[in-house]
């Protein structure tokens, strides 16, 4: 049987979202068997990096550490990551990445779409990234957390861009 990844993404966004916080939901999987999973926790945790996709692979790495992965590592997420959390991705080779919903103005597939490893670092290397992926309902996550987040939230107008994307 084959998981959703992105489906369980969307249902840690959902927990996110009920604790009053951005959201991001990440999953990671080893082949089909679900190792982590993580929602943003900037607000509660007081944390500037407490972003889903970090919180998760720190998760995945405690439990992977060197060994060899029986499967291919897979990381879900309702947001295109940033630069750091791509950077992560990578340093823990993740195989392959899925995201929701484009962040323009820090996400960053587009960033690091042209970069290549430099000599003796051929193992740390972009994963296969595929995004748009059940893109409608991770925005409209935006839209649900827009009509409750505090007006004075320091996350608010990010939110609003976010909600605001269009159709694609």
């Known amino acids: 049987m084959t998981i959703d990844l992105m489906g369980e993404a969307l249902a840690v966004a959902e927990a996110a979202l009920a604790a009053g916080e951005l959201p991001i939901g990440a999953v990671l999987a080893v082949g089909d068997e679900i190792i982590a999973r993580a929602h943003t926790s900037d607000v509660g945790s ?6 889903a996709e970090m919180l998760a692979m720190a998760d995945a790495d405690s439990l ?9 590592l897979r990381l879900a997420t309702t ?15 993740v195989d392959e990445l899925t995201y929701g919903l484009e962040a323009p103005g820090d996400g960053a597939h587009a ?10 670092m051929e193992w740390y290397r972009l994963p296969s990234i595929a995004g748009g992926v059940r893109r409608t309902e991770c925005r409209d996550l935006y839209r ?9 939230s320091g996350f608010r107008h990010f939110a609003e861009v976010m909600a605001g994307l269009p159709d694609v």
């Open 46 to 51: 007081r944390r500037r990096l407490a972003h």
């Open 64 to 72: 992977l550490g060197w060994d060899r992965r029986p499967a291919p």
């Open 79 to 93: 947001l295109e990551p940033c630069v750091m959390c791509l950077g992560a991705a990578m340093a823990l080779r």
């Open 111 to 120: 960033v690091l779409a042209g970069w290549r490893p430099g000599p003796g």
């Open 144 to 152: 649900r957390w827009c009509g409750t987040a505090p007006a004075d």
